[in-house]
């Protein structure tokens, strides 16, 4: 499985079809990011 997300100093990116959502180094889910328009 490839891993196409850039990781941070506190964790990583894990996308989530129109979502990112932001996992700590501990895997706790601190943020989600909701991307609510065209992307183009």
């Not at 490839?2 to 079809?17: F, N, Q, T």
């Not at 996992?23 to 889910?29: F, K, R, Y």
């Amino acid at each position: 499985m490839s891993d196409d997300s850039a990781p941070d100093g506190e964790g990583r990116a894990l996308p989530s079809g129109m979502d990112v959502v932001h996992v700590t180094a501990d895997g706790d889910i601190d943020e989600i990011v909701v991307f609510a328009g065209s992307l183009d």
